[in-house]
């Protein structure tokens, strides 16, 4: 189910620059990043305006309903995503993306539900494990598929549908993916939360030992455990909730999302981008591969190098960890432009030593790729299991994971601008370094680099649970509020 997200989001990195091309909305290649930039900025602006609700409401109805009803509305807006003829029509499909993009959040909640102790960290690292797996699919679909008529002459050549629309068919396979997503939620997934009945909770209550602190040989040991599997009812305030702790982690969770949403949301355009203007000139189906190959690693770095991490330091120190590890990244991507300039003006030369130049660029640009998702990996999964473990009961985790979502949402709106707005004006100019194109990636690293020293300021509590350690029981009044 968390899949169909990842794919639909990611797939149409790769040809979206060529899509604008043809919209015929830019003046100028130059200003293409612009337009791209609002695309992505209508999908955060409506999910921020919708997360929130998605959130509390699965904390009222339960998860089930509404992942089913996120499904849904992805599976069709995928679809008419590769239908738009014009970048009016392709920027109100993606306010309506936006819209059903809250699964998410309510994916994490669930996850929490499932998990305990003794696995939490591997079953959250899955969520982010999920989200890079789908995306280098996702980027390897919209790659390879987009203008399939050229690209496939034998097989599309004579097809007029794929002629017409030629990014249709990456987005029917995208919605193909969420529709066995939507099966899967229908047929195979249980609801996670289970609100407790009041003769379990009485039980609960009867199982405490009648004088608190005092314990003998005959005191029953789990009288602990059953009451902290009680889950309460009745959600927190939400004054309560955003102590400053939880504000502090949602300022650091908000710049971090930010640096990274500004280079990743870049990196298509930046990689599209004629050398001679700072970019690496590269084709949909090359940028695609960039974006994939990296996936190769994800799978060991999130299953078996971050758990292990995380049972031996804890959550925040992998935390600062990711966010160290994507400083030399971003300080080091932009520098890849000198050695496509210098493929392009060598172009008709020596075919030897092109070959050797084009290795070395891809193995460079590989290396730093990894590096990206391995930050990515850490400071992500690390980030949400910190807001999971400070949720003071279950019943509040819908809204600690929609306040993040949230948080994220918002900055999503600004980075895709900024970073667009700020590449296009260093690429027009011919400012000295760091104001040329390597403005946007210097100003991430910047960022990065605050966090990272904010994140010094977090307390080794947020290594812990904090909604299954033990607390005292309400009473009946109180659970019948």
């Not at 089930?64 to 069709?76: E, K, N, Q, S, Y």
């Not at 097809?159 to 899967?184: E, M, N, Q, R």
């Not at 300039?341 to 891809?362: C, D, F, I, P, R």
């Not at 391995?374 to 992500?380: G, I, P, Q, Y």
């Amino acid at each position: 189910m968390r899949l169909a997200e990842p794919i639909n989001f990611t797939l149409i990195l790769p040809f979206m620059y060529r899509m604008i091309e043809d919209f015929g909305v830019a003046e100028t290649p130059k200003d293409i990043s612009y337009y791209a930039s609002l695309l992505f900025v209508s999908l955060s602006i409506s999910q921020t305006m919708t997360v929130m609700y998605w959130g509390r409401l699965s904390d009222r109805i339960g998860r089930r309903p509404v992942l089913i009803a996120g499904l849904i509305g992805t599976l069709a807006v995928s679809i008419l995503f590769g239908v738009c003829k014009t970048f009016t029509m392709a920027l109100l499909v993606r306010l309506a993306a936006g819209v059903f993009a809250g699964n998410a959040a309510v994916m994490k909640s669930a996850m929490a539900e499932i998990a305990d102790d003794t696995n939490r960290s591997r079953m959250m690292a899955l969520l982010p494990l999920t989200w890079n797996f789908g995306s280098m699919v996702g980027s390897g679909v919209g790659g390879v598929f987009s203008n399939p008529a050229t690209q496939f002459p034998g097989l599309f050549g004579n097809s007029k549908l794929f002629t017409y629309f030629p990014y249709l068919l990456p987005c029917l396979i995208g919605s193909t993916v969420a529709a066995f997503g939507l099966v899967a939620g229908i047929f195979n997934f249980k609801e996670t939360l289970v609100k407790p009945t009041q003769a379990v909770i009485e039980e609960a209550v009867s199982e405490q030992p009648a004088v608190a602190g005092c314990s003998t040989e005959v005191t029953p040991l789990l009288a602990q455990s059953a009451a902290v599997s009680v889950a309460p009812t009745k959600q927190s305030s939400m004054r309560s909730l955003l102590t400053p702790l939880v504000v502090r982690v949602m300022v650091t969770n908000a710049i971090m999302c930010f640096a990274y949403n500004m280079c990743d949301q870049l990196y298509p355009i930046f990689a599209a981008t004629d050398p001679r203007d700072g970019g690496l000139g590269l084709d949909p189906r090359s940028i695609g591969v960039s974006l994939g190959v990296e996936g190769i690693v994800v799978v060991y770095i999130q299953l078996v190098v971050y758990p292990r991490l995380e049972r031996k330091f804890g959550v925040l120190y992998c935390y600062r960890r990711g966010l160290s590890f994507a400083i030399p990244y971003l300080v080091s991507m932009p520098f890849l432009s000198i050695i496509a300039a210098h493929l392009q003006n060598q172009a008709g030369t020596s075919a030897t030593s092109m070959v050797v130049e084009k290795v070395v660029m891809w193995v460079i640009l590989m290396s730093l790729m990894t590096m990206r998702i391995t930050s990515s990996v850490m400071a992500f999964t690390s980030i949400n299991l910190m807001i999971t473990n400070m949720a003071p009961t279950r019943a509040d985790l819908g809204f600690m994971n929609g306040t993040q979502q949230l948080a994220m949402s918002v900055v999503r709106i600004f980075a895709p601008i900024i970073s667009g707005s700020l590449w296009s004006w260093s690429i027009k100019h011919s400012f000295p370094l760091p104001f040329n194109s390597h403005l946007v990636w210097t100003l991430s690293a910047v960022l990065i680099a605050i966090v990272l020293k904010l994140s010094y300021r977090i307390p080794e509590s947020v290594n812990k649970f904090a909604a299954d350690q033990p607390k005292a029981i309400a009473s009946a009044e109180e659970l019948d509020e």
